[in-house]
């Protein structure tokens, strides 16, 4: 145990830990089937099997917050791990040749995909291949990659001037072993938190994209949607709106909350490299 | 002109410096000297009202008839840089990054009340008696364009701007390298007003004060002219201290002190220094009081 | 400092240019003919090939890449497949709605953080520190759309007070189209104000330990004044970089905002362009937006470097 428990970790984790057991619940059982449209239950009001009512076509609330958690977690995931494979490497190549061409080439690109945002790929992206869960996700994916680089870049350079680094140099040893040996291990914990603070990024992107129509599309459940659908009906159907906000900003804080606490408890003298979003 | 009875710091319910009492006459250069941890800092912080965060002083200090603890900050901010100056260890980062050296200088001057255009013009002056060369191109200068011990030159014509009647040196030339140094100490012995330096260095002691305070565990144990503590030391620690900074002939091992300072509120009841003393019994587990006219010592087995 | 400052812009420039060719590559030269999709499917072989003629989609893809760039140094930004009416005059139309909403943002964003996160900073060991700490941390993770959808909840459905959508100019109302803003710039504000708070007392919190301060206590100013002199423009250094970041997210938001407050700016034109298929026009907003964050990006940069002397 290298640190300490601390709140923001176990508030994080609890609510991490409620949405992931949400989405794996749901893959056996949902109180009701959540893409049922049932014209008579139209609107139904919270209770009789229906913990959190219906919306307009009767699918039942409660059913697709539970579904919903499942595509923010696979778009959450998918995109997350497209960017930490690929922003990793390209970051730790530009930190062990912090003067080379390489690194300046790369730190360039970083910029220059920086400045499209997820959402602008997204919409590009659907505006030529037409919207759904993959273009968000590959969009969302693409657009953390800088993020990922950059942190990873900012920890190995920490990694490159510590004693044991500069005795494997010393000894000879080739890049490739030093990176596998010794940086990979030691910028870990870093780019955990910086996943875990991206996982909340994505979703906070995977909601809007979903709430534009460029993201998950019907009749599969997503918080995002279930906003959209839901801010028509605002003025006499208010609970709507409630509980896939509430579910989102309850993810968001989780996993924001799990980042620093983790950051916190894994290596407190690396809390100097920010996290990015 | 300085008073100091009875001091005591606190973080929380941890004693850090406890009852210190000494004063300094008018022109008069007082070393204070202790290991790390001792409180010595901790006693010039106080001094000045500058305690960090949640640590507190009591007791009386008077600087000519203006009290210095126990007041609240409004009144002795106006003593600050005034009446009193302080030079820190840290000359890297003791100066605002952002400001260009002599408005640095020129700050201390227009807080305390003089016109801006004369406290620029002065500042100049001020670099070129610390003997920074080309003292106008200085103070255009930002900090990070000099090297430390220009830094510290800088830090101590801030300290005197003002002419104050009493300076404090927190270890003013730790930082530099050693040839620096000296030209350091020598500004300062010549420049300073009233001046309480703290080191843990002995000879920068004996080459720059009169008279001595010897602290240890955040008491002073031992203080009196620098000629006589040094050639004849009572307290067993300030003996031991003086051991270990001789010059000890090739082949023979250099004698120290048993064991390490302990952390702050670790320190045995009674005489603080007995669980590292070889001459420690019985009767020293009741704290000894600091007697002697001149030179005084709280120990109840002196070296004589 | 001119040095780097000619340095920078060259950066800006070639980013641009490299933007630009990223973004026709995207739209232009992926499947879907525009000439195609205009006539639709029944269109005869000749129609199709003398519209390609028209739009110019017959030539080679370099050819079509130097005319459309070309326009757009002149402000020339093409002329919709869809609606043939020229892309560029809908831009400038929409760009000053956008613009509006987001530097609105921003400012709000500004005048909330940084006295509450200054604040929290100095109080960082009491009870009312900790209290704006958790709040941002709460605000951090509302989307601007859902807080958008939550005042609309608050101030227009319960209290009234506001409409829940919908743009008038200010050339045709000042008063009303201060009130359509109102909830939009909120919206932004808000959620960026939490996100800036955290920023801006951590950063306050680091200069806080720095040694400077504590020499211009001994100086003879107060902790407060010592703060405030020498303080907060050190502060700004770290918050500044966190600033153009922002920036770039807030314009990100301004296009859902807009589609939550039915707001007539770039976002809307955007998402329209895209329902209708029209490429031109999405290409020519997304080239705004991109060639936007760059150069905050590089107003950023040079305000750092005009901060802080070390870096000149």
């Excluded at chain 1, 709430?211 to 959209?228: A, D, E, I, V, Y």
Aim: aromatic share 6%.
């Amino acid at each position: 145990m290298r640190g300490r428990m601390n709140a923001g970790l176990l508030v994080g984790g609890v609510l991490v830990g409620m949405v992931v057991l949400a989405a794996l619940v749901s893959f056996f059982w949902t109180p009701h089937d959540p893409t049922l449209v049932d014209a008579a239950g139209k609107l139904r009001e919270p209770g009789d099997g229906y913990l959190l009512g219906a919306d307009k076509f009767g699918r039942d609330t409660f059913s697709q917050l539970m579904v919903g958690a499942r595509t923010t977690l696979y778009v959450g995931i998918v995109a997350v791990g497209i960017a930490a494979v690929v922003g990793t490497p390209l970051g730790m190549a530009a930190g062990m040749t912090p003067r080379g061409w390489l690194s300046e080439l790369i730190m360039r690109v970083n910029d220059l995909v920086f400045a499209f945002p997820a959402l602008l790929l997204a919409v590009m992206l659907g505006a030529v291949y037409g919207a759904g869960t993959l273009t968000a996700m590959i969009a969302i994916g693409v657009a953390t990659v800088p993020a990922f680089a950059r942190v990873a870049r900012a920890a190995t350079l920490q990694v490159m001037v510590t004693d044991y680094v500069l005795a494997a140099r010393a000894a000879g040893r080739r890049r490739p072993a030093i990176a596998f040996r010794h940086v990979l291990p030691n910028i870990g914990s870093v780019l955990i938190v910086q996943a875990s603070v991206s996982f909340a990024i994505a979703i906070l992107a995977e909601a809007a994209l979903s709430f534009l129509g460029f993201g998950t599309r019907p009749p599969t459940p997503s918080w995002g949607r279930m906003l959209q659908e839901s801010q028509e009906l605002l003025f006499s159907t208010p609970r709507l709106a409630l509980w896939p906000g509430l579910a989102i900003a309850l993810a968001v804080l989780g996993f924001n909350l799990l980042g620093d606490g983790l950051r916190d408890f894994l290596d407190p003298k690396l809390r100097r490299i920010r996290a990015e979003g | 002109m300085l008073k100091v009875d009875g001091l005591t710091v606190r973080a929380g319910s941890v004693e850090l410096v406890h009852d210190v009492s000494f004063a300094i006459g008018p022109g008069e250069r007082v070393g204070l000297i202790g290991e790390s941890g001792s409180g010595k800092s901790l006693t010039a912080l106080s001094l000045m009202g500058l305690l960090p965060e949640g640590v507190a002083a009591s007791g009386t200090a008077r600087l000519g008839d203006r009290d210095l603890v126990g007041v609240p900050e409004s009144r002795i901010k106006e003593l600050r840089g005034r009446e009193m100056s302080m030079v820190f260890q840290e000359p890297m980062t003791a100066l605002n990054p952002l400001m260009r050296v002599g408005a640095q200088v020129a700050e201390v001057m227009t807080l305390h009340g003089r016109a801006r255009r004369e406290a620029r013009a002065r500042a100049v002056e001020l670099l070129e008696r610390v003997r920074l060369s080309e003292p106008a191109q200085i103070a255009r200068a930002y900090p990070h364009q000099l090297s430390g011990g220009q830094r510290q030159r800088v830090m101590l014509a801030i300290a005197l701007a003002n002419e104050p009647g009493l300076l404090i040196c927190d270890e003013p030339t730790t930082a530099l390298d050693v040839t620096v140094q000296k030209q350091m100490l020598e500004l300062i012995a010549e420049v300073a007003p009233a001046l309480l330096f703290i080191t843990h260095d002995l000879a920068v002691v004996a080459s720059v004060c009169e008279r001595v305070l010897v602290m240890y565990g955040g008491r002073v144990v031992e203080s009196g002219p620098i000629r006589e503590v040094f050639a004849r030391p009572r307290h067993r620690y300030t003996e031991g201290l003086l051991a270990a900074s001789k010059l000890t002939p090739r082949g023979t091992r250099l004698p120290t002190i048993s064991g390490s300072v302990p952390p702050a509120g670790r320190f045995p009841d009674g005489c603080v220094f007995r669980n590292r003393c070889p001459h420690a019994t019985p009767a020293c587990e009741t704290a000894p009081e600091l007697t002697g006219d001149g030179h005084a010592f709280a120990c109840w087995h002196p070296a004589d | 400092m001119t040095l780097y400052l000619l340095k920078r812009l060259a950066v800006l420039l070639a980013s641009t240019a490299v933007a630009a060719v990223v973004v026709f590559a995207f739209m232009a030269l992926l499947p879907g003919d525009p000439a195609e999709i205009a006539l639709g499917v029944n269109a005869t072989p000749e129609a199709v090939a003398e519209l390609r003629r028209q739009f110019g989609t017959d030539r080679a893809p370099v050819a079509q890449f130097l005319d459309w760039a070309g326009g757009l140094l002149q402000g020339d930004f093409g002329t919709s497949y869809v609606t043939t009416a020229p892309v560029g005059p809908q831009i400038a139309d929409r760009l000053g709605v956008t613009a509006v909403l987001v530097l609105g943002g921003m400012i709000l964003a500004l005048v909330i953080a940084v006295p509450l996160g200054t604040f929290a900073a100095v109080h960082h060991r009491n009870l009312l520190g900790a209290a704006i700490s958790a709040v941002s941390q709460v605000g951090i993770a509302i989307p601007a759309f859902l807080a958008g959808i939550l005042l609309v909840f608050v101030f227009a459905v319960q209290a009234q007070a506001l409409p829940s959508g919908g743009y008038v100019p200010i050339s045709e109302n000042p008063a009303e189209w201060l009130r359509s803003l109102l909830l939009p710039w909120s919206s932004l504000g808000l959620v960026q104000g939490a996100v800036l708070t955290r920023y801006v007392r951590s950063a306050v919190l680091d200069v806080m330990r720095e040694d400077y301060l504590r020499t211009a206590r001994a100086k003879g100013r107060g902790s407060t004044g010592a703060l405030w002199r020498h303080g907060l423009r050190n502060a700004s250094i770290p918050v500044v970089t966190v600033l153009g970041l922002q920036l770039a997210t807030l314009l990100v938001g301004a296009v859902v905002v807009e589609r939550v407050f039915v707001v007539p700016g770039l976002g809307d034109l955007l998402l329209n362009g895209v329902a209708q298929r029209d490429l031109l026009l999405v290409q020519g907003v997304v080239m705004v937006l991109v060639a936007a964050v760059l150069l905050i990006n590089f107003v950023v940069d040079v305000a750092y470097h005009l901060l802080d002397p070390r870096l000149r």
